[in-house]
């Protein structure tokens, strides 16, 4: 018998307006990372511990889909975040060939994972919202304690395979780690591999818990 894909869900956040792209979107958050960044948003994503929901494909669908005419009339869907959306390859495949025609698909993503999981949600997913971190290897170890290489080849792979437009790279302003011109090397760096990519440069803005903020586009 095959095993039931699911997925560590942690929350669902309905009625986002405009906050990841088109429309009224979903927040699927689902646990796991391969990263420990040193100022975490989401730590909790991090622990095994952390209470969690395994959830099928057809479960998320019936979630979900309260809000179908909002995805339908705002061009709208569901983004897929965490933890490490792609992670979770295999279920959002499966996901993708449930769901009503008509949602769109958006991954949250540091691209730090296996080649393989990208090529299987590429043919499915409509949107990409890269967090990059920096594009210089020794920042990027020493803010996330991982290499970027995945992540370089998977940015390529993105740049060939999809349209560019619809590939978002976040470049953070990382407190200790990266100043003013490590960042515009990162931009110039991810313009060389895909130009037509929107990047939008922000700031974290630190406080007792972490919160993100956006700086300039
Ligand atoms: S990629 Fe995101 S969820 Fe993962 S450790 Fe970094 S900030 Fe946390």
Not at 63 to 82: E, N, R
Not at 84 to 93: R, Y
Not at 134 to 163: F, H
Not at 182 to 194: F, N
Request: proline share 6%; with cysteine; glycine share 6%.
């Amino acid at each position: 018998m095959t095993a039931r894909i699911t997925i560590p869900l942690i929350s669902t956040n309905r009625l986002r307006m405009e906050v990841d792209g088109d429309g009224v979107t979903t927040l699927v958050a689902a646990k796991g990372c391969p990263l420990s960044c040193k100022y975490c948003i989401n730590a909790k994503v991090l622990t095994d511990t952390a209470p969690s929901n395994p959830v099928t494909p057809e479960e998320l669908v019936e979630m979900v889909k309260i809000d179908d005419l909002y995805f339908q009339a705002t061009g709208g869907g569901i983004v897929f975040g965490g933890g490490e959306s792609l992670l979770h390859a295999d279920f959002i495949a499966e996901f993708a060939k449930l769901k009503p025609e008509g949602w769109k698909l958006t991954a949250e993503t540091c691209l730090n994972v296996p080649e393989e999981n990208l090529r299987k949600v590429l043919p499915y997913l409509d949107y990409y919202i890269v967090d990059i971190k920096d594009m210089n290897p020794d920042i990027y170890r020493a803010y996330t304690e991982r290499g970027n290489e995945a992540v370089l080849r998977n940015l390529r792979i993105l740049a060939e395979n999809v349209p560019q437009n619809h590939v978002k790279v976040r470049i953070p302003a990382i407190p200790d780690f990266n100043g003013e011109e490590d960042r515009k090397k990162s931009v110039e760096q991810v313009r060389a591999i895909g130009p037509d990519f929107r990047i939008e440069v922000f700031s974290y803005i630190i406080r007792g818990e972490e919160t993100q903020e956006k700086e300039a586009t």
